[in-house]
C-alpha cells in the first residue's frame, strides 16, 4: 500500500489547473498542494525515523513531535510536480530503509514513546503509515469534489462527500 | 478529471490482496471491489446516455431510473483487474463520445428531468460526474483505511477517516 500512494496522488494530481491544486475546504484547511508537502515531510521526520527511534531506543527515547504546518516554508515556491517528484523518491527510499531494517514479528511488538500519546508499539506506526496516507487521499478527493458543491445542483443530496453524510 | 479516474483505481487497487479487495465497512456497505462493478454500470448506463436523453428530449423524457445494485450480479466471478481494464476502456469510450457532441456553453444549460430530483441541466449531470468519481475514490480509500481501525492503536485518534471526525 504504501507503495502506491505516490502513483495514486500522481494520476489524480499531475498537471490539474492551478485552481484546484490549490483549492482547499475554507479556513485553514487544506489544498492538495499542501497535503504533498505535509506527505514530503512525514518521509522525512516521521515514519522511518520514528521507526529507527524504537528499534535503537524503545520506550527511553519519546518521538520528536511532528511538525504539522512545516511544509508551508518548505514547499514555498515550489511547483506541485517538483513536489510529486519529490515525494515520490523520498517514499520509495523510506521503503528501500524499512525493507533493509529486516524486521521480524517480534520486532513489531517493539515498543516506543509518542510524546502525547504514550507508549505505542512499531506495528502500530507501521499501520498508521499506512492508514495516514489513505486518510490524505480521502482528504484530497473529498477537497476536489467539494468544489463542484454548487455546480452538481440537486444531485449534492446523493453525493456523500458532498453533503458531509457518513457512509 | 474523468480521464484521471481509471488511473487512480488502477495504481490504488490492481493486484492487491484479496482481502483488501472485499473488504468493506460491514452490512451492506460496498467493497472496493463492489465499487468498480458499480462505476462500469454507471458508464453504460448513466452519464453519457443520460447527457444524451438531454440533448434529444429535454425535459419531455426523464431519465432511466439507475440500478445500484447491478453490479452484484453484472461482477459475479470476474476478477478484479478484469473490472479494471473494463473500466477503463469504457471510461475512455465515454470520454470519446462526450467530446463527439460538441458540446457549447448554451448546450450544458440544456434540461432533462432526473426521475427523482426533477429537472436538472446537462452542466449539474456533467458536474455530478465529476463529483460522482471523487466520492466513490473516497469511499474506497475510506473503506481500505478502516481494515487498520484497530492496528493503528492510540492513533486512531488522529486519523480522521478512522475516528469519523470531519474536516
Excluded: N
Excluded at 60 to 86: I, N, V, Y
Excluded at 95 to 106: F, M, V
Excluded at 110 to 139: C, F, K, N, Y
Amino acid at each position: 500500500m504504501l507503495r502506491r500512494t505516490p502513483a495514486v496522488l500522481d494520476a489524480l494530481l499531475r498537471d490539474l489547473p492551478a485552481g484546484w491544486v490549490a483549492a482547499h475546504e475554507g479556513g485553514e484547511t487544506w489544498s492538495p498542494y499542501d497535503v504533498i508537502g505535509h506527505l514530503i515531510h512525514g518521509e522525512q521526520t516521521d515514519w522511518l525515523p520514528r521507526a529507527r527511534i524504537i528499534l535503537d531506543h524503545g520506550e527511553q527515547r519519546a518521538f520528536d513531535k511532528f511538525d504539522r504546518f512545516a511544509q508551508f516554508a518548505a514547499s514555498e515556491g515550489r511547483t506541485l510536480p517538483t513536489l510529486l517528484d519529490e515525494f515520490a523518491a523520498r517514499r520509495q527510499e523510506s521503503l528501500r530503509g524499512l525493507a533493509s531494517l529486516g524486521l521480524t514479528e517480534a520486532d513489531l511488538e517493539r515498543r516506543g514513546r509518542h510524546p502525547e500519546l504514550g507508549v505505542v508499539t512499531l506495528r502500530q506506526l507501521l499501520s498508521t503509515w499506512v492508514a495516514h496516507d489513505l486518510d490524505h487521499i480521502v482528504q484530497i478527493a473529498r477537497v476536489l469534489a467539494r468544489q463542484y458543491s454548487d455546480e452538481v445542483g440537486p444531485w449534492r443530496a446523493y453525493l456523500r462527500v458532498i453533503s458531509g453524510a457518513q457512509g
